[in-house]
T-cell receptor
Framework: SQTIHQWPATLVQPVGSPLSLECTVEGTSNPNLYWYRQAAGRGLQLLFYSVGIGQISSEVPQNLSASRPQDRQFILSSKKLLLSDSGFYLC????????????????FGPGTRLTVL | QQPVQSPQAVILREGEDAVINCSSSKALYSVHWYRQKHGEAPVFLMILLKGGEQKGHEKISASFNEKKQQSSLYLTASQLSYSGTYFCGTEMTWNQGGKLIFGQGTELSVKP
């Protein structure tokens, strides 16, 4: 069965410090991968998605970046954190769908709660 | 392009029914429904594809009206475990890497 891991689970960082969040998926190959951010009491904002190694699409211009160095690894980074970067960061994966149904379920990881002070 | 969910919040007694709507101003390819408990990751409920299908999952079902670009989630005989925030995620076309745009959420509270 497929599982998705995120770490760390919680993180407290000072303003201006760098960030690296990691997400890995097991039990599947060639998944689509996604990074979302959820501010307190708010909805899910899509930040990046990737359909393959080295292929990253950015949805929101900001000081964050994403990379996919391996098929099942997705990394979210920042060189200098802002207060507004605080939130709940969720990684998700989906399959590629099929001819019968060209869409697939997104499964979310447990998330990383980031507080920038 | 963010879909609009209504109502924003609803309070129910156990056993009561609720309907949550998700509307888009753009043509949709699919609608995905999720439930999120406080402090946890969203959990998948169901997918509906264009074509006006209706699906069910225990006492939770959903419909997709392609003409209105609206999906509705039906919760019948609600249980305490149904409490949480419900999100719809919409997909405009099938060839965009499965990208979903989520609504702002509907907070559902079920009281004993």
């Amino acid at each position: 069965s497929q599982t998705i891991h995120q770490w760390p689970a919680t993180l407290v960082q000072p303003v201006g410090s760098p960030l690296s969040l990691e997400c890995t998926v097991e039990g599947t190959s060639n998944p689509n991968l996604y990074w979302y951010r959820q501010a307190a009491g708010r909805g899910l904002q899509l930040l990046f998605y990737s359909v393959g190694i080295g292929q990253i699409s950015s949805e929101v211009p900001q000081n964050l970046s994403a990379s996919r160095p391996q098929d099942r690894q997705f990394i979210l980074s920042s060189k200098k954190l802002l207060l507004s970067d605080s939130g709940f960061y969720l990684c998700a994966w989906s399959g590629r769908g099929s001819l019968a149904r060209e869409t697939d379920t997104q499964y979310f990881g447990p998330g990383t709660r980031l507080t920038v002070l | 392009q963010q879909p609009v969910q209504s109502p924003q919040a609803v309070i129910l007694r156990e056993g009561e029914d609720a309907v949550i709507n998700c509307s888009s101003s753009k043509a949709l390819y699919s609608v995905h429904w999720y439930r999120q408990k406080h402090g946890e990751a969203p959990v998948f409920l169901m997918i509906l594809l264009k074509g006006g299908e209706q699906k069910g999952h225990e006492k939770i079902s959903a419909s997709f009206n392609e003409k209105k670009q609206q999906s509705s989630l039906y919760l019948t005989a609600s249980q305490l475990s149904y409490s949480g925030t419900y999100f719809c995620g919409t997909e405009m076309t099938w060839n965009q890497g499965g990208k979903l745009i989520f609504g702002q959420g509907t907070e559902l509270s079920v009281k004993p």
